[in-house]
């Protein structure tokens, strides 16, 4: 955690937070969106969604805290917009088992935690990737709700740390981490948490504001 923070703070100048050009942002959030969509394995079915939820990202991080299903809803009807039926927007797949789990998920998000954010969002992301309550979609819904967290957690204020190409970066750890969250018990829990610390440390270091600052 102290890695990714530290990582983090290189990009924002110690939490200075030096100042990023609209370019730099706007290049930031489209490598946030196609690297989210290269992990789905079919890059050029998501990416237009992946790039109506990335310009999005720091209006919906204002909701993830304090209405977690409807930001998830909405991220989920900019991403499959043109993929489903209209009134299929938004809606998770019936069934107790998914329905208790978003419950869960939702108390978990609405609820004060003195957790890094970091670890919250890495369970957030495992959360909805491996329940996958909107499908298809759901993978890129869990990539962008983890950095919802971090931008509403003041870890990513400025949305310019590309963690989703920290995942892509690391792809066969990404998927497989997520396998061993599901059925490898506290190890496994503790393993993805790592992998996602990783990737947002990746995610700083990759960051278009690194080069895209005024006056840096």
Do not use: K
């Not at 935690?113 to 909107?134: I, M, N, R, W």
């Not at 499908?135 to 950095?147: C, K, M, N, P, T």
Request: aromatic content about 2%.
């Amino acid at each position: 955690m102290a890695a990714a923070t530290a990582a983090v703070d290189v990009v924002l100048r110690d939490r200075g937070l030096r100042a990023v050009d609209e370019d730099a942002r706007a290049r930031s959030l489209a490598a946030c969106a196609e690297a989210s969509a290269a992990l789905t394995g079919d890059h050029d079915r998501w990416i237009l969604g992946a790039l109506r939820l990335s310009a999005e990202l720091t209006a919906l991080a204002s909701l993830i805290r304090v209405a977690p299903a409807q930001a998830l809803a909405r991220a989920h009807a900019l991403l499959a917009r043109g993929q489903l039926a209209d009134d299929q927007l938004g809606r998770i797949r019936e069934g107790a088992a998914v329905n208790a789990r978003m419950h869960g998920l939702s108390e978990l998000l609405i609820q004060p935690s003195t957790a890094p954010a970091v670890v919250l969002g890495a369970v957030v992301h495992a959360e909805l990737a491996t329940v996958a309550p909107f499908g298809e979609a759901s993978g890129l819904v869990a990539r962008a709700a983890e950095h919802l967290v971090l931008i509403s957690a003041g870890l990513d204020p400025l949305c310019v740390i590309v963690v989703e190409a920290g995942h892509l970066a690391a792809a066969q750890a990404y998927h497989a981490g997520l396998a061993r969250y599901s059925d490898g018990g506290a190890t496994g829990v503790a393993g993805w948490i790592i992998h996602c610390a990783a990737a947002v440390s990746r995610g700083a270091e990759v960051s278009p504001a690194v080069r895209g600052v005024a006056g840096g």
